[in-house]
């Protein structure tokens, strides 16, 4: 098992860098000038020259991705241009929302999902499987940010049994933390339930095909004994490489959801960046969620390793 986790993380190396290539480079040429944003809406040529210099942003492209290298090696982001503070201070100070976010989604998208999947394979071509894929083609196609109008509408307006926004952390109580927290992460969730119930249903289905399936039921063994506990985890691994997918593709969607929801998040700090132009935050954001998506599929495969010993012997 540690020289296939060292295996993972060598080849998470050269991923990262080039991530980390591509992301300044892109920003490198995006047109608009930092500086104008960070400058006076009267500010002269001159002062527009002295405010690249003294960011640096009159460099030439090589000597900005050295230093760009140089700073990340030592583990600093940069400096945020309007929020002037670090970037990684500005990231580590809100990623407590987003993780939250992200793991109660995950969450409730696991649970629900494998559960509905499961379901629509034991009773495959029945009125049940049927209904289930309708309702998973519903929530795919379902807008994220007009789902959570609907929400904030509906249960935090009308009925008042959520908030319609603000962040509570769990250490200080967890009663507020999941209030403020629900309404987004069933919104963030709710595309993916879809996709993880039509991908489960899939993969019980080829299991559920095999000899071993038949003869485990042909003991007599009832029928949700065999699917949970023969069926099951022999198609976890698909299963775990439609989460892995789901992890990164919350982590993308919680900037919109945070936005609805006015949550302070990484993902309004992005967005943020963007519209005044603040490179340094979108290169280090860009970064560091790079990370995360390389740490989450290293542990994706930690855990192929683990439900099925095959993956690790080749």
Do not use: C
């Not at 490198?28 to 003294?54: C, K």
């Not at 080829?206 to 000899?211: A, F, H, N, R």
């Not at 065999?226 to 069926?231: D, E, I, K």
């Not at 982590?251 to 519209?275: D, Y």
């Amino acid at each position: 098992m540690r020289r296939f986790v060292i295996r993972r993380l060598l080849i998470a190396v050269p991923v990262l860098a080039l991530v980390s290539l591509m992301s300044f480079a892109v920003i490198w040429l995006v047109p608009g000038d930092p500086a104008s944003a960070f400058a006076d809406a009267g500010a002269t040529p001159e002062q527009l020259a002295q405010i690249r210099h003294r960011l640096g942003l009159d460099e030439p492209f090589y000597l900005q991705i050295i230093a760009w290298y140089g700073r990340i090696l030592h583990g600093d982001l940069g400096q945020s241009i309007l929020l002037n503070r670090s970037v990684s201070a500005a990231i580590i100070e809100r990623l407590p929302v987003t993780l939250s976010l992200t793991a109660l989604s995950l969450i409730f998208a696991a649970v629900m999902g494998i559960i509905a999947g499961i379901l629509a394979a034991m009773r495959h071509r029945s009125w049940a499987d049927q209904s289930i894929m309708i309702v998973a083609l519903l929530g795919l196609s379902i807008p994220e940010f007009w789902l959570g109008l609907l929400l904030i509408f509906t249960f935090a307006v009308r009925l008042h049994w959520f908030r319609a926004g603000g962040f509570v952390p769990i250490t200080e109580s967890f009663s507020g933390w999941f209030l403020g927290l629900a309404l987004p992460a069933f919104t963030l969730a709710a595309v993916q339930m879809g996709f993880i119930a039509r991908m489960t249903r899939s993969a019980m289905l080829e299991v559920l095909s095999q000899d071993f399936i038949r003869t485990a039921d042909s003991k007599g063994l009832p029928w949700s004994v065999v699917v949970t506990r023969h069926g099951l985890p022999n198609a976890l691994v698909p299963i775990l490489t439609v989460l892995g997918i789901v992890t990164g593709s919350l982590l993308g969607g919680a900037v919109v959801v945070e936005q609805v929801f006015s949550l302070p998040g990484v993902g309004r700090l992005v967005i943020g960046a963007v519209l005044s132009r603040d490179f340094p935050v979108i290169q280090g954001t860009l970064l560091f969620v790079a990370v995360i998506y390389l740490l989450v599929n290293l542990t994706v495969d930690i855990l192929y390793a683990v439900a099925d010993p095959r993956v690790r012997l080749e």
